[in-house]
């Protein structure tokens, strides 16, 4: 069994920062690519962020430069700062992670979502 819980979504102004956590616990042997994931009202779900178990990261072109991904393997904990938020940056943002659990099973699991509106 394995928990996941986001939180630090919200309004925010353009222009503004934003970050995002997100926290795995539960029957845990390890932890490959943490990533985070958006969905805009009417639109498919699209990768924003992943992060690897050795550190590497990759970005959707729209948020490179703006977006960092981080994680911290002994809090099994992945986060998403985001600066110089827009407009179309809007949307329920998810978490990912790719687990292998202690039966040796291996499953993407997902955080509730939480909603950032960028709005003035």
């Known amino acids: 069994q394995v928990q996941i819980v986001e939180s630090g979504g919200g309004l925010v102004q353009p222009g503004g920062s934003l970050r995002l956590s997100c926290a795995a616990s539960?029957?845990?042997?390890?932890?490959?690519?943490m990533g985070w994931y958006r969905q805009a009202p009417g639109k498919q779900r699209e990768l924003v962020a992943v992060i690897t178990s050795d550190g590497s990261t990759n970005y959707l072109d729209s948020v490179k430069g703006r977006f960092t991904i981080s994680r911290d393997n002994a809090k099994n904990t992945v986060y998403l700062q985001m600066n110089s938020l827009k407009p179309e940056d809007t949307a329920v943002y998810y978490c990912?992670?790719?687990?292998?659990?202690?039966?040796?099973?291996?499953?993407?699991?997902w955080g509730q979502g939480t909603q950032v509106t960028v709005s003035s």
């Open positions: 539960g029957s845990i042997f390890s932890i490959y690519v």
């Open positions: 990912n992670y790719h687990i292998r659990v202690l039966s040796g099973r291996v499953d993407d699991y």
